[in-house]
């Protein structure tokens, strides 16, 4: 059993740098959603999609792009890193209805220097 | 303005007894709450979850009650282990028009001392 699965589980970016982390579920959920996590917070909602071919804003979307062209994978793109993207990074599924829970990968860690 | 929140970042707790992890929340709209365990380094793991037309929901060692008019929910684990040991975030989704997203507390950092 998969489940949700980040790529990669570690990365150090340079200042200005871009990047693409890959969530992959086979759970054949619909919705699926980026958080990030930064000490002393809780997760916070970068952009969700709630079905292949769509995406929205979370509460903290600014320097992030997402893209759901397969229902089962959900990219998030940084174009330009910045320090204060230094965080680790969940991505979760779920299937978007009442009284269900989300899955959650094991997490990125980014590092931008 | 944080509207999951737990007041409590950390709470140490002797093994056999009753662990009791706090949360608040403010949007009255929320419909459903959730506990995640979280282990350094892994992604959080689902734990209990409880209606808002319900106040007690139990599933084994842990309890999850909800107080609706105080709009406060608590996590019992009882009896508490070592291997409890972790970090608990509570959650909440059920917005009106929303994807069902979480929004999450701030965490508390239990330890259950053998």
């Known amino acids: 059993n998969a489940g949700v699965t980040q790529t990669p589980k570690f990365r150090v970016l340079k200042t200005g740098q871009s990047m693409t982390l890959l969530c992959a579920q086979d759970m054949n959920h619909e919705y699926m959603y980026w958080y990030r996590q930064d000490p002393g917070m809780g997760l916070r909602l970068i952009h969700y999609s709630v079905g292949e071919g769509t995406t929205a804003k979370g509460e903290v979307p600014d320097g992030y792009n997402v893209s759901r062209l397969k229902k089962q994978n959900f990219l998030l793109g940084l174009e330009s890193a910045a320090p204060s993207q230094t965080s680790v990074y969940f991505c979760?599924?779920?299937?978007?209805?009442?009284?269900?829970?989300?899955?959650f990968g094991q997490g990125t860690r980014l590092t931008v220097v | 303005d944080q509207q999951v929140k737990q007041n409590s970042p950390s709470l140490s707790v002797q093994e056999g007894r009753i662990s009791i992890l706090n949360c608040d929340y403010t949007n009255s709209m929320f419909d459903y709450f959730l506990w995640y365990k979280k282990y350094p380094a892994e992604g959080p793991t689902f734990l209990i979850s409880?209606?808002?037309?319900?106040d007690k929901n139990e599933d084994g060692r842990f309890t999850v009650f909800l107080n609706k008019s105080a709009k406060h929910l608590s996590l019992h684990i009882v009896p508490s282990q070592p291997g409890d040991s972790a970090v608990y975030f509570c959650a909440a989704s059920g917005e009106p028009g929303s994807a069902r997203q979480l929004t999450f507390g701030s965490g508390t950092q239990l330890t259950v001392l053998p």
């Open positions: 409880i209606s808002s037309i319900k």
């Open positions: 979760a599924s779920g299937q978007g209805k009442e009284n269900t829970e989300a899955f």
